[in-house]
């Protein structure tokens, strides 16, 4: 049995649409900022957030059913930053594993926002 481990340098989190430009105007206000290139016809992707990334891919048999967890610092300041955009957070919860709310894109793709615990 081999016991050694994927040496793992980072990870794209993705989602897939139908439409890539329109879902870039999106997913660039929900991230803050324009995609970092494009390398390949039918992806965006943005780079240079900690150890992960994310991708935006055009599939239009697999648009709309994907799922993607962020992790962020401040549920709360997200929640005022995507106000001013009209994105609206969804099925918010906390509890002792922090704080949880859902954002649905345009295409019906799920992004999670996880605020770990304080203190």
């Keep these: 049995m081999n016991t050694t481990t994927m040496a793992v340098q980072g990870i794209f989190a993705s989602s897939v649409v139908r439409d890539l430009d329109a879902a870039l105007a999106w997913y660039e206000k929900l991230l803050g900022r324009p ?13 240079n957030m900690g150890a992960a990334g994310f991708q935006l891919w055009a599939d239009e048999t697999r648009a709309g059913k994907s799922i993607t967890t962020i992790v962020v610092l401040d549920l709360t300041a997200e929640r005022t930053r995507l106000a001013s955009h009209e994105i609206s957070l ?12 859902q954002v649905f894109d345009p295409e019906g793709n799920r992004i999670n926002l996880a605020q770990p615990p304080q203190g």
Excluded: L, R, T
């Design 90 to 101: 969804v099925n918010e919860a906390q509890g002792p594993f922090g704080a949880v709310a």
């Design 35 to 47: 995609a970092d290139d494009q390398p390949i016809p039918g992806m965006a992707q943005w780079s």
